[in-house]
């Protein structure tokens, strides 16, 4: 089969490997229809990300049809169209039961490393490190779905890829920084970072109805985008720092936003806002992550921060002084998509929610090394999707 | 050599629970790798400034012999820093590793009540055979990677909570360990608590090495224990291997795919393929 294959920085290729088979009792393969690329899949091909090796399949953003099940998966057969969650969760551990399955306790087979660099591990996720598992990806004709009966959304009614495709990773991650900020009607809300996440952050931000919604970025296309489909109030950022503090200000009557949303997160591309950090000789992420920091600084006194990104390492000059002199609360982490997968097929259905509009580019597969060219270095391009 | 590992696994047991044998392992190697390298490098210095001749060689010779010294006298110093400490507790090497698992108390002891299973559970286990009335003859992986062979005596207590077994008076290098479940906080299921003791011989390898990959005792246990927790809760190991990947060789340092597309071509990829 067909998969693109990282090698090192800036460097993937598409390459002919062995089709996946079925390792473990619960696997299923899917014959992928749509895969995504995603902030963090260019930070791994920025060569920003630990524990990657030469060959490794990307891909964390995907759908398809099983073609194939394990003996003990149960709830979903050969021939279901499904959505996979990018977190890989086995269902059966103390955090999986509780709903926080990006926290599974069981899935990473390399946990030993990801206790040396986090403390404890996460789930694992595909197409990622090897610090979280080395899973395979899904930018690929075929993939392995580890946990299929925990993982798999069936989608059933006539809806095409680019309106469920979403509901793998970016569309529940957007909600879940949304929700975890504990949106009230009174609440002003800034999105700091109109990328894919930050589109559908305003978005589902909008679900919650707060009293001012704003949003910054510095490519018009995308504060169009934010203007039409998520109804927020724009402020481009190219108009400089003290300009944008007064927009800020004015829009929120001299107070601040209560929360702000941190959408751009180290490994966004290099268009828009994003971090302008200085690389590091080891290439990792550090230096200055403008966006929080800008973040920080904007944030209402008692206000709270969420921050959707996904950091891999360590990331330096984090304003903690702001943070703690304003006592402002902070909400992260990786999304615990399972939870939320279903409720927002519901709403997608219902026609309440739309993610499909921050789909600007579909790509075969084979073109998917300059799929990765151009989102880093178009401005038109905010999510690209990929057809093997 | 012995009242190094005495120094160290004896600090090591008043943090037991979570004690790493990895640090002590660490630290036992660079204590003995710097003084062998201090005595080693001292010596071959005093040798070959003893062979010349003038003040170069006195020279050599002086600093050669410094070097033996001062190897030396990093070796007693730290004996005395730790080694009354030592002295008032074992010779052994002690490893402990817990886990929890989402379980109950009696399904896991119903896991762990046949010594046998001890093989799958462990890998420092390679055999063990029932020789009746809780005896066992059994294989294990000692320090150094030497698969050592003893016969142990099984105590499981009435409700299978506390599992313990260790070699039979008389033998030689004595092997102990024990099993240990405890309810774990509200509904987070059953703390699993795990001690392996291997009495450590002057003369045995360091415990760091079981040969192949390096691993050392303490990551064995606590692997170990995530293979059980997997399997009790999720019914299967996670694992990647076999899984497709790339194969072609990567080419000469920096040799990359990477190529900067030119304004036009990335205009007319994206005119040609946008949707919107
Ligand atoms: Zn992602
Ligand atoms: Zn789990």
Redesign the pocket.
């Known amino acids: 089969m067909k998969a693109l294959c990282w090698y090192g920085k800036r460097d993937v290729r598409i390459e002919e490997v062995a089709e996946p088979t079925i390792i473990n009792p619960r696997d299923a393969i899917v014959a992928v229809s749509s895969a995504g690329i ?4 260019l930070q791994i091909w920025n060569g920003r990300t630990p524990s990657m090796r030469a060959g490794d399949i990307l891909g ?2 995907f759908m398809g049809e099983v073609v194939e099940i394990g003996p003990e998966v149960h709830k979903v057969q050969r021939g279901d169209r499904v959505v996979v969650p ?1 977190p890989i969760s086995c269902g059966g551990c103390w955090h999986c039961k509780r709903e926080e399955w990006s926290l599974c306790d069981n899935t990473n087979p390399n946990a030993w490393m990801a206790e040396k660099l986090f403390g404890y591990s996460p789930a694992a996720i595909y197409g990622s490190s090897h610090v979280l598992g080395g899973y395979a990806g899904g930018q690929a004709q075929y993939v392995r779905v580890p946990f299929a009966d925990v993982g798999c959304l069936k989608i059933e009614r006539d809806l095409d890829d680019e309106q469920v495709l979403l509901l793998a ?2 569309l529940p ?1 957007a909600y879940m920084a949304v929700e975890q900020a504990g949106i009230q009607p009174d609440d002003s809300v800034l999105v700091w970072g109109a990328g894919p996440i930050g589109q559908l952050a305003v978005s589902c931000a909008r679900l919650f109805e707060p009293r001012v919604l704003i949003a910054i970025d510095t490519v018009p296309l995308r504060l169009q985008m934010a203007r039409d489909y998520g109804g927020a109030q724009v402020i481009d950022e190219s108009l400089g720092r003290k300009a944008v503090r007064e927009v800020i200000e004015e829009l929120t009557g001299g107070r601040g936003p209560s929360v702000v949303i941190a959408a751009a997160s180290i490994e966004s591309n290099g268009h828009g806002v994003g971090p302008r950090l200085e690389e590091h000789e080891n290439g990792f992420e550090t230096g200055l992550p403008s966006t929080l920091w800008d973040a920080i600084r904007a944030c209402q006194k008692g206000g709270r921060v969420s921050i959707p990104g ?1 950091y891999v390492s360590s990331v330096e000059k984090i304003p903690l002084g702001a943070a703690a002199s304003k006592s402002l609360s902070f909400k992260m982490g990786h999304a615990h998509v399972h939870r939320y997968m279903r409720p927002l097929l519901e709403r997608i259905e219902k026609g309440e929610l739309d993610s499909s509009f921050v789909v600007t580019h579909k790509m075969v597969l084979s073109d998917a090394p300059v799929a990765y060219e151009l989102f880093r270095q178009v401005d038109g391009c905010v999510k690209v999707l990929l057809e093997p | 050599m012995l009242e190094e590992t005495m120094a160290i696994t004896g600090s090591k047991h008043f943090d037991a629970r979570l004690g790493s044998s990895r640090e002590s392992a660490g630290s036992l190697r660079s204590m003995r790798g710097g003084r062998y390298l201090y005595a080693l490098g001292g010596g071959l210095l005093t040798a070959f400034g003893l062979k010349r001749s003038g003040f170069g060689g006195a020279v050599i010779a002086g600093t050669g012999m410094f070097l033996v010294a001062r190897g030396l006298l990093t070796k007693d110093s730290k004996r005395r820093g730790k080694g009354g400490l030592a002295r008032q507790h074992s010779d052994h090497l002690r490893i402990d590793r817990s886990i929890t698992i989402l379980k109950s108390k009696e399904e896991l002891a119903n896991q762990l009540s046949r010594p046998q299973s001890f093989v799958s559970l462990f890998s420092h286990v390679r055999a063990i055979w029932d020789l009746g009335d809780g005896q066992f003859h059994c294989e294990v992986v000692g320090p150094g990677g030497a698969i050592i062979e003893r016969d142990i005596t099984v105590g499981i207590d009435d409700q299978g909570h506390r599992i313990s077994w260790r070699t039979q008076e008389g033998e030689p290098a004595c092997y102990s360990g024990q099993i240990v479940l405890i309810d774990a906080p509200g509904d987070r299921g059953v703390e699993v608590h795990v001690t392996v003791r291997y009495e450590v011989m002057p003369g045995d390898a360091e415990p760091r090495f079981l040969g192949g990959k390096a691993r050392d005792l303490g990551e064995l246990l606590a692997d170990d224990l995530r293979r059980f927790k997997q399997l009790e809760e999720c019914g299967e190991t996670p694992s990647t291997s076999g899984q497709p990947r790339g194969r072609r060789r990567v080419g000469w340092l920096g040799e990359t795919s990477f190529r900067q597309l030119s304004t036009e071509e990335l205009v007319l990829s994206s005119r040609s393929e946008a949707m919107r």
Do not use: K
């Open positions: 995603c902030g963090s899949d964390h953003e990018y990773d970016t991650t996904s």
